[in-house]
């Protein structure tokens, strides 16, 4: 069955510390993992896609990469602004032309001034 | 603002009442999709929409629920007969359909509470 599992769930960064987030996978054939971020009671806003292993895409303090099994989304020198969960989610191809997504349960990360 | 609508916002309803819910996508998408999101989990797919045409629905999508789209453009998600275990967040998301990434666009949901 396809599954996306982030890590860790919670996380705790001092301003300017910077760290990595996990997304592994386990998708037959991926087409298309997604990275979004979610404030809280509010829909997810869209930040990167990737396609292929070996992707790298950046915006402002993130930077997102792929390999075959997983993807990592870095937050360089964190922001107290850039706390809030971040969602990985791969797209899956069903009939119809479906593309619907599945996502991970998330990473929430707090960014202490 | 030209970002995907929902409304409303926020519903409170006693449990055995009907709620629907409204959606108005990016103008230019032909694809809708209902997500459902509950506390600490990510969204699950609920069903898909290619113009007006349900092409796909997910078995979390009980008899009590019915979503529509008339002529394309703006979505209903109707619930019959709520459940406590209704109480979540539903996500409407559109996207184009045409060229790739084909990135899906979230409106900011509706909060569903059932007493």
């Known amino acids: 069955e396809d599954q996306v599992t982030q890590s860790p769930e919670a996380l705790r960064l001092q301003e300017g510390e910077s760290s990595s987030l996990n997304c592994s996978y386990t998708v037959s054939g991926l087409r298309g993992l997604f990275w979004y971020r979610q404030d809280p009671g509010k829909g997810p806003e869209f930040l990167f896609t990737l396609y292929s292993a070996g992707e790298e895409k950046e915006k402002e303090r993130l930077k997102a990469t792929l390999t075959k099994k997983e993807s990592f989304l870095h937050i360089t020198a964190p922001k107290p602004e850039d706390s809030a969960t971040y969602l990985c989610?791969?797209?899956?191809?069903?009939?119809?032309?479906?593309?619907?997504?599945?996502f991970g349960k998330g990473n929430q990360v707090v960014v202490i001034p | 603002d030209t970002g995907v609508s929902q409304n409303p916002r926020h519903k409170i309803t006693k449990r055995g009442q009907n709620v629907t819910f409204r959606c108005d996508p990016i103008s230019e998408h032909n694809r809708l999709y209902w997500y459902r999101q509950t506390l600490g989990q990510g969204p699950e797919f609920l069903t898909y929409?290619?113009?007006?045409?349900?092409?796909?629905k997910s078995r979390l999508l009980s008899d009590r629920f019915s979503a529509e789209r008339p002529k394309g453009s703006f979505s209903t998600l109707e619930i019959q007969r709520t459940e406590q275990g209704d109480s979540a967040m539903y996500l409407c998301?559109?996207?184009?359909?045409?060229?790739?990434?084909?990135?899906?666009?979230f409106g900011p949901g509706t909060r569903l509470t059932v007493l």
């Open positions: 929409f290619q113009n007006e045409a349900q092409l796909e």
């Open positions: 998301a559109s996207s184009s359909g045409l060229a790739e990434p084909n990135e899906q666009f």
């Open positions: 989610a791969v797209r899956l191809l069903t009939s119809y032309g479906n593309n619907r997504l599945a």
